[in-house]
């Protein structure tokens, strides 16, 4: 299957510095990026999308100032938790969209796991 | 009402055994079926999607009712390597994807 990768898998942060998290599709372009939170015993929940060129569109809820999305590149999209809290302690996963030879269908990376000190 | 339910299991079962998971979804617009597979503190891995004229591939089979909205899997002759939890997604593309909480499934010897 599609390949994605997710950089770091795991930072461990003092409260009010930012993150960022790097998602790549390794294999395939992808034009659109997800970005998913899932809390413990909870399910994914749809942050944001991240379109190449052009701005993210987040889901209702979700701070765009908080979480800095930028999509340069066909393969690179990045979040950015800005002045990370205890509450942001979270696993991050993004996803790629593949639509080419594979079906339509996302594709996880590894995943982030985020703890705010 | 979530827009998707599962049954959170746990489903224990021996191996070898059949297992069937089902799910209910609330949109009647939603057009992308699929299953997921996580594993514990993994990223989920696609299973299969669900077409609907039911789908297997190898000991899994997928099938979908959009009159009732729901969406079942079936693994036949579970293997211990199964024991994972299920994902149900569906959106109404698959741009947008909502997920289950999952049924999570215990294969023992």
């Known amino acids: 299957g599609a390949v994605v990768s997710q950089h770091p898998s795991r930072v461990i942060c003092k409260s009010g510095t930012s993150v960022k998290i790097e998602c790549r599709s390794l294999?395939?372009?992808?034009?659109?990026m997800f970005w998913y939170r899932q809390f413990p015993k909870k399910s994914l929940m749809l942050m944001a999308t991240?379109?190449?060129?052009?701005?993210?569109?987040?889901e209702q809820g979700v701070e765009k100032d908080k979480f800095l999305i930028n999509h340069a590149s066909l393969t690179l999209s990045t979040l950015t938790v800005t002045s990370a809290h205890p509450e942001d302690s979270s696993f991050y996963i993004c996803?790629?969209?593949?639509?080419?030879?594979?079906?339509?269908?996302?594709?996880f990376g590894p995943g982030t796991r985020l703890t705010v000190l | 009402r979530k827009e998707v339910e599962q049954d959170p299991g746990p489903f224990n079962v021996p191996e070898g055994a059949t297992v069937a998971f089902n799910c209910t979804y609330s949109?009647?617009?939603?057009?992308?079926f699929f299953w997921y597979r996580q594993d514990c503190r993994k990223e989920p891995k696609l299973l299969m999607s669900?077409?609907?004229s039911g789908n297997e591939d190898g000991r899994f089979t997928a099938q979908l009712n959009r009159a009732s909205q729901y969406i079942s899997l079936l693994i036949r002759d579970s293997k211990l390597s199964d024991s994972a939890t299920y994902l149900c997604?569906?959106?109404?593309?698959?741009?947008?994807?909502?997920f289950g909480t999952g049924t999570r499934l215990q294969v023992f010897p």
């Open positions: 996803s790629a969209r593949s639509t080419s030879g594979r079906g339509d269908t996302q594709y």
């Open positions: 294999d395939f372009q992808a034009t659109t």
């Open positions: 991240s379109n190449e060129g052009s701005k993210a569109t987040y």
């Open positions: 949109n009647s617009a939603s057009q992308s």
């Open positions: 669900v077409y609907s």
């Open positions: 997604v569906v959106g109404p593309n698959t741009d947008k994807l909502i």
